[in-house]
């Protein structure tokens, strides 16, 4: 059975960072891009972008480019979502998604991590 | 790259049917197959329910149906049921490499 499970909530101050982790299991970690969406309170998916354990090749989405990074550790099967400089507007749900296609064919999101809530205030 | 647009809000009574638009463009929904369709219930992950416009995951019930024309994608959702009630959303591959979320639309069983 495929899982993706997440890191806990968590509560910071502007201007801290944040390292969020996503455990994948059920399925070889190497073989799918998995990536990241945002949803901020009360609002729609957003997506972050992905990356491929195999390589650590990587997409941003337009939005996020430059604002958050990924990385994997192929060993234990974990991606992970690094937020710096937190601001009161980081604060939304994070869900790590495996997807499924190329990287220029992406197919769409098969399976989806419980999310992580951030909560950014002074 | 904008979000693709969904409806805000679609209602039905129960067994109805219904259907959610998803409209893009020529560079995303348009140009290709690659779209999906997602629900969540409050405070839930999203779950895939149709993928490469017409496709069902195995355990999705047959009453969700996808199709596109153009620009647009379209999910109906037949015999609703109070269980479907829900937010939806699309997504579709976008030629810059991206893949892109509609606006969302919330389904209230009447």
């Known amino acids: 059975e495929v899982q993706l499970v997440q890191s806990g909530a968590e509560v910071k101050k502007p201007g801290e960072s944040l390292k969020i982790s996503c455990k994948a299991s059920?399925?070889?970690?190497?073989?799918?891009?998995i990536g990241w969406v945002r949803q901020m309170p009360g609002k729609g998916l957003e997506w972050m972008g992905i990356?491929?354990?195999?390589?650590?090749?990587?997409t941003y989405g337009p939005s996020f480019q430059g604002q958050v990074t990924f990385s994997v550790d192929e060993s234990i099967s974990t991606a992970y979502l690094h937020l710096s400089n937190l601001q009161a507007s980081d604060s939304a749900m994070y869900y790590c998604?495996?997807?499924?296609?190329?990287?220029?064919?992406?197919?769409?999101?098969?399976?989806w991590g419980q999310g992580t809530l951030v909560t950014v205030s002074s | 790259q904008s979000a693709l647009t969904q409806p805000a809000s679609v209602s039905g009574s129960p067994g109805q049917s219904i259907t959610i638009s998803c409209t893009g463009t020529?560079?995303?929904?348009?140009?290709?197959?690659?779209v999906s369709w997602y629900q969540q219930h409050p405070d839930e992950a999203p779950k895939l329910m149709i993928y490469?416009?017409?496709n069902r995951p195995s355990g999705v019930s047959s009453r969700f149906s996808g199709s596109k024309s153009g620009n647009t994608a379209s999910l109906t959702i037949s015999g609703l049921q109070t269980e479907d009630e829900a937010d939806y959303y699309c997504?579709?591959?976008?030629?810059?490499?991206?893949?892109?979320f509609g606006s969302g639309t919330t389904v209230t069983v009447l």
């Open positions: 059920g399925y070889t970690f190497t073989t799918y891009w």
């Open positions: 998604a495996r997807h499924v296609g190329g990287r220029y064919s992406l197919v769409g999101v098969d399976y």
């Open positions: 020529s560079s995303d929904v348009g140009r290709y197959s690659y």
């Open positions: 997504s579709s591959y976008a030629s810059s490499g991206i893949l892109v």
């Open positions: 990356i491929y354990p195999r390589d650590s090749d990587s």
């Open positions: 490469e416009v017409y």
